[in-house]
DNA sequence: AGTTAGCACTCGCCTTTAATGAGTGCTAAC
DNA sequence: GTTAGCACTCATTAAAGGCGAGTGCTAACT
């Protein structure tokens, strides 16, 4: 690997992400500054691929990137590119105002980020199984029924509804409502499981067994993360007129919920995740790259945005882009 | 037209639902026990055709039944099929262990019915706007910060999360929870717009305000209605090839809450309701057609599920089922 | 030894051409 | 009023041929 191969490369993987089509020696000399003629590019690039970084779609085509070759180019060779100027005011201005709603926060960063890119967007809030209770209310709906309303640290309100097993007025779930918060205040689910309820208000011990039990199925259900996808669409340009099948297998995908938490689960670290084709698990991503970051209040992740898009996909605007857009959420709520 | 030409549409329109090609008068001849020559069968097609109930694609095609045909055919013609016994079993046990929160309810409902039909499915909570109060609660979150939760007649619960001007303790919350609970209880957004809160609680004149403005923007804002959608992918099967073009429109505007919102919004009455192709304003769904039916707590509407599918859907099915589905919601939920 | 020009060969893509067959309208006979 | 027969239409499919981008290899050049 010599540094002509690394210049080499890198050209083939910038003008096959910019026209999509396979790239030629011929095209490679003529177009970019190369200073070689192309038999000796040619001789270069049958070196890249038996080094595995680029193939031949078939013979007498020009060169693609391979799955390595992409992982190379964003592990070392991409350059960051600048964010528009104007971009970062307008991310501030479309977000700010949501900042008090989690969800309206969320669906609003998905369609700015498909928006601006053209590749299909996720956003999910994190399981709040990690995140600690701050005020528990129950509120006395009717006879039978009473509703359990938590607020977690990060002003997230959750809530469910529970019919008691005997009778219940509103005297009761206030009463009650303050044990339970003197009490659970301040935990996370994991402390919540080991606590042993069953004595803080004897008279009520089923109940407040029922309530924490609603609580605990709150915080641990996979429904209590919220999932958007946005730019579905998107994925359709993707792939060619007769592989339309796999971009509908995809698309079947971004549908469920329990694959997209799945896919995000993966997010860790606290700066942009990339993983390209066959490095993701889900068949039907396997032709495509996942970027993904995530927002934080404190060490709290609070959610993760991530972008689908092709192998090809522009690495480095979507990886300036969602640099940004992590910033300024994480930044904005921690206000 | 005579009974013969009816007998004729109805083998058309069925044939076509069926095979999705345009049926000719030798088909028909064969496959259906008309007693009639391909010729005889063909003179009468030239009148259907006359009377604007089929047209041909192009010249030397069969014909494939009109808007005006498909209309005539949900009319007067299509008989009700009757749905397998067994489904209705697995729709209450689907559904039955949702049924006390609507939004899983919802979901698991359009997941339900794209899964039997195979067309694309929406279902959307109603807006809350004729929607009656029954209980608001104030939950004190902390120094800055309260939420404010209402419950409405259907049990069904939101929030909104507010910042008073001035500093706010457990105390001021439970007592304004108690002067709201007294006065607002009972009332629908309309009258709730109407009555004047100034005088409520004379000490605290702006928050009571913004708290009141805030449970008005619950029940008002669009969010306030949960939109699922389902099986939106059955949509490529639509259309052909050529213009996948149409079909990813229709699937951009599923994606948009507003729009779906518009889409259901029509539905009225307490049955079933039918658009046919051109029948339905918007653009991309002008060459599908959209069945819709609503689910009931006593008089009033709580939400819409509707199915999109291609104009040679299968009526007959599609309607029995959400006929089913529907009568087994209200039921549930009135329990 | 590294670089380059030249050349034969490969192969996907596009266009043209021809064949096929389902279907129609019209006419004349039953 | 119904039906058989016939000429005609036109989308669809398959085969054939030309085009062009690209490769690998060889021999010559620096």
Redesign the interface.
């Known amino acids: 690997m010599n540094d002509r191969k690394i210049r080499i490369l890198e050209a083939i993987i910038q003008d096959y992400i910019q026209t999509g089509s396979p790239v030629g020696s011929r095209t490679l000399s003529k177009k970019y500054d190369l200073q070689l003629s192309s038999a000796t590019i040619r001789n270069e690039m049958s070196d890249l691929e038996e080094l595995g970084l680029i193939t031949q779609p078939h013979t007498s085509a020009g060169r693609i990137p391979s799955d390595k070759g992409y992982r190379l180019y964003v592990d070392t060779l991409m350059d960051r590119s600048d964010l528009a100027p104007d971009l970062d005011l307008i991310i501030v201005k479309m977000l700010q105002d949501k900042i ?2 989690i969800d ?1 926060l969320l669906e609003e960063t998905a369609r700015l980020v498909a928006m601006m890119t053209n590749y299909a967007t996720i956003a999910s809030t994190q399981t709040l199984t990690e995140i600690t209770i ?2 528990v ?1 129950l ?4 006879l039978k ?1 009473v ?1 359990c ?1 938590i ?1 977690t640290e990060a ?1 997230v ?1 959750k ?3 529970i ?1 008691p097993p005997t009778e219940v007025d509103v005297n009761l779930c ?1 009463m009650l409502s303050e044990v339970l918060n003197e009490h659970l205040a301040g935990m996370t689910l994991k402390e919540l499981q080991k606590t042993d309820v069953r004595q803080l208000v004897p008279d009520h011990e089923t109940l407040v067994l029922q309530i924490v039990c609603a609580i605990i199925s709150i915080l641990q259900e996979e ?1 209590s993360s919220q999932v958007f ?5 998107n994925i ?1 340009d993707f792939y060619d ?1 007769n592989d ?1 099948q796999k971009a ?1 297998e995809l ?2 995908l971004l ?1 469920q919920k329990p694959y997209l938490t799945k896919l995000l689960s993966k997010t860790s670290g606290n700066s942009v995740n990339i993983s390209i084709g066959e490095e993701n698990a889900l068949e039907p991503m396997k032709e495509c790259s996942l970027v993904t970051t995530t927002y934080k209040l404190g060490d709290c992740t609070l959610g993760t945005i991530g972008i689908i898009g092709p192998k090809r996909m522009n690495y480095a605007q979507v990886v300036t882009l969602l640099e940004h857009i992590s910033y300024h959420i994480t930044n904005m709520l921690s206000e």
Do not use: C, M, P, W
């Open positions: 008090n709603n309206l701050k005020r209310q509120i006395y709906v009717d029924s509703a309303v607020v002003n309100i809530h469910h509804i019919f206030l429904d996808t946005r730019g579905t669409t359709l007129f339309l509908r698309l079947e549908e």
